[in-house]
């Protein structure tokens, strides 16, 4: 039976596993820093008495964009441990898409690098946020600056499984970002489920080389390993170089597949630098089978690919020990619930198409302020509707065909269209505007758009690209615009995107 002193804190589950000598090496970067386990915890609890000193109560929002540091992640940990909702913005992010965030979760403090201080605060006053910090990517900054006068000690505040942990915003079809509410509960079940089927093991060293502000580089790489008392190795941000030397010296790395393309294109990167590699993990965007043939022929391992979003954390993966199938996800995770419906939210047999619904430990606690498009999002009995469209293989492994949602996923980052075009019709000069993905190398799907000038108006590609990239992150901004007199529309006036793909595909 279950204590009832257990604390499901997150924070509190992940420091139940850190190993018994705390003056070991937790976390280590190329540039020779190291942080023991101790280190962890004395940093994360100065941060987190700083947070009750500022008057923060659990429950408040902690915005937070900066730099991929180990001081970030002390951040993300901190929060946790004083009961604070995490939300991590992309870095990519400019002004006006930064408003959004800060207007609609409402924090209480937002930590920015000292570079965005100028455009970031005055959004943060706007909103009424009481505190702002800077944090740098060399320990620098207002943030640690004002911790270091706190004490190392801090008892993790005690939380349930269904409190919030984290808001994550996804992009919504309508042009509209949703905050995806996780709590303690969700994160701690996926980080326990996937220790268990990833088959972590003592002497694992984790090679993190994702960004930290979505699931995939903050959660399912981070709690990994945390969860494992394993050591990191820390890379500011993903250089193939960087990887190829720091290889030898992990065994566990995780990436989106435009990573493996590019470590593919590296001369080093065989089966000597892999020698002591036990598990290369792929996810946040389909691997094409060419990559997993690839990889197997230059590495001698295959790729073990997952499945997951932002709303449900992991759902499906192949196996750590057992056949890792090309072009499939794998089975379910053991506790999510995953079944293939029919528009009639009828049961799809093997090899028949249709919508992905979840359900289980792992999936979110809904939208934040959104109860409407929560309510809208779930089954009667309480499915998530995925918007990917799949199928079951005869061996019961899942194939992603499809989305019925209009999404482009472009190097693991999601862009929906709408947003796009909401962005560029409003240029002026611009008509009207369609955006669409079409395949790419490197990022998989890139994103492109196909733009009509107002009568008497001449528009520049090359114009439009510039103005765009001041207004929203570097990776939703079209590699090309295409300027044309007219879209195409089916009968009922709708743009008929497949026509547009098939035509600029080449
Ligand atoms: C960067 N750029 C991109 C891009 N990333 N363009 C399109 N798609 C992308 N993904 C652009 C920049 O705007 C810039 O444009 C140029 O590329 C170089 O920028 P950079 O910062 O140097 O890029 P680089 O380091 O090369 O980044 C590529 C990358 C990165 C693949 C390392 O995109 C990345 O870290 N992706 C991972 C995303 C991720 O973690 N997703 C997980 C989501 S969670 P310009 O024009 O200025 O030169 C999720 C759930 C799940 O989906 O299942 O995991
Ligand atoms: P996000 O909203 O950023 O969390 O992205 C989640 C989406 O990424 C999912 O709904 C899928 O469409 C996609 N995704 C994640 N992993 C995979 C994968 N292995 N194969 C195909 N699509 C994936």
Known sequence: MKSA????????????????????????TPEGLHYSWRDLLHASARLAN?????????????AVQVEKSPEALML?????????????LNTAYQAGEIDYFIGNAKPDLVV????????????????????VHTLGANRDGT???????????????????????????????????????????????NARTLHRYWGWRGGDVLLHALPIFHVHGLFVATHGALYNGSKMIWLARFDPAEVVRQLPRATVFMGVPTMYVRLLDQAGFDRNACAGMRL???????LRTETFEDFERRVGMRILERYGMSETIMLTSNPCDGERIAGTVGKPLPGVQLRIVDDADKPCGPGETGGIQVRGPNVFRGYWRMPAKTRSEFTADGYFRTGDVGQFDANGYVRIVGRNKDLIITGGYNVYPKEIETVIDELPGVLESAVIGLPDRDFGEAVAAVVVARPG?????QDLIATLRARIAGYKVPRRIFIVPELPRNAMGKVQKNILRDSYRQ
Not at 5 to 28: G, H, K, Y
Not at 50 to 62: C, D, H, I, Q, Y
Not at 76 to 88: D, Q
């Open 280 to 286: 290369f993990i792929s996810g946040s965007a389909p």
């Open 5 to 28: 002193a257990v604390n499901d804190n997150l924070f509190a589950v992940l420091e139940r596993r850190f190993p018994r000598q705390l003056e070991s090496c937790c976390l280590e």
């Open 50 to 62: 700083l947070m009750k000193a500022l008057g923060l109560r659990p429950g408040a929002r902690v």
């Open 143 to 189: 943030l640690l600056a004002a911790a270091a006068a706190h004490a190392d000690e801090f008892r993790t505040v005690r939380r349930s499984p269904a409190d919030l942990a984290a808001i994550l915003y996804t992009s919504g079809t309508t042009g509209r970002s949703k905050g995806a509410m996780l709590s303690h509960g969700n994160l701690a079940s």
């Open 76 to 88: 993300y940990l901190a929060s946790l441990r004083a009961g604070m909702i995490f939300l991590p």
């Open 457 to 461: 108006t001449t528009l520049e590609a």
């Open 112 to 131: 920015c690098s000292a570079e965005r201080l100028a455009w970031v605060e005055p959004i943060a006053r706007h909103h009424g946020v009481r505190h």
